[in-house]
């Protein structure tokens, strides 16, 4: 298994442009989610997924769309970025009943 | 509000066990204690959860106080490999959402 899978790895883009970060998972996974991690900070939460068409929000989900059409993938689109949204994303998944998240390798997102 | 209190840092000797504590005075009952770790520019790893009793297994090991306001994890034999952030996350079993603090900058030292 490949795992929790993130592209790209790193992005640079101008605020005001659009761009959609790709996760995929390839182990059956039911809920899926979207992290940000700021320097020295923890993760906060943008939005989840618990299954094939079902999302919501996290904490800070201004600024960001997602959509789950398929078990397998949860892209997070950004709709129109900001130097604010700079900062590393994560993506993570977990089967249902089990308690570990397991975490992609991240995007590291700079907004000039 | 922050649910759990972690030291900012600590340092470990390699071979030693590394006691990283946390305080979470105000747990529900219904609330587990899970501990993730993050090394350098990586995405969090899961180490291991716990809801009253002490649990094991193949990375470390959990001690829940009876009053369950507290909790150590420990890393039996701290490798070099150990050093990371660790976080110390309470939270509900049928809620999904991880929140994560600024956890424990662990630094193992040869």
């Known amino acids: 298994n490949a795992g929790v899978t993130q592209t790209p790895k790193f992005q640079v883009l101008k605020t005001g442009q659009s761009m959609t970060l790709q996760c995929a998972q390839d182990?059956?996974?039911?809920?899926m989610s979207w992290y940000r991690q700021d320097p020295g900070m923890g993760l906060r939460l943008i939005h989840y997924?618990?299954?094939?068409?079902?999302?919501d929000q996290g904490e800070v989900p201004n600024g960001y769309n997602v959509s789950r059409s398929t078990t397998e993938d949860f892209p997070l689109r950004l709709l129109s970025a900001a130097p604010s949204q700079t900062s590393v994303y994560f993506c993570?998944?977990?089967?249902?009943?089990?308690?570990?998240?397991?975490f992609g390798p991240g995007t590291r997102l700079t907004v000039t | 509000d922050a649910k759990t209190t972690q030291p900012t840092s600590m340092d470990c000797a390699e071979g030693r066990a590394a006691n990283l504590p946390c305080n979470h005075s105000?747990?529900?009952?219904?609330?587990?204690v899970y501990w993730y770790r993050q090394i350098h520019s990586q995405g969090p790893q899961y180490i291991i959860h716990?809801?009253?009793n002490n649990e094991t297994n193949e990375m470390a090991s959990l001690i829940i106080t009876e009053d369950r306001k507290s909790s150590t994890l420990i890393l039996p034999h701290a490798t070099l490999r150990d050093t990371a952030v660790y976080y110390c996350?309470?939270?509900?079993?049928?809620?999904?959402?991880?929140?994560f603090g600024a956890g424990t900058t662990v630094t193992v030292r040869a």
């Open positions: 993570a998944s977990r089967k249902g009943g089990r308690y570990e998240q397991y």
């Open positions: 182990m059956n996974h039911e809920y």
């Open positions: 997924s618990v299954g094939a068409g079902i999302t």
């Open positions: 105000t747990i529900s009952g219904n609330e587990y």
């Open positions: 716990g809801l009253k």
């Open positions: 996350i309470v939270r509900p079993a049928n809620d999904y959402k991880l929140s």
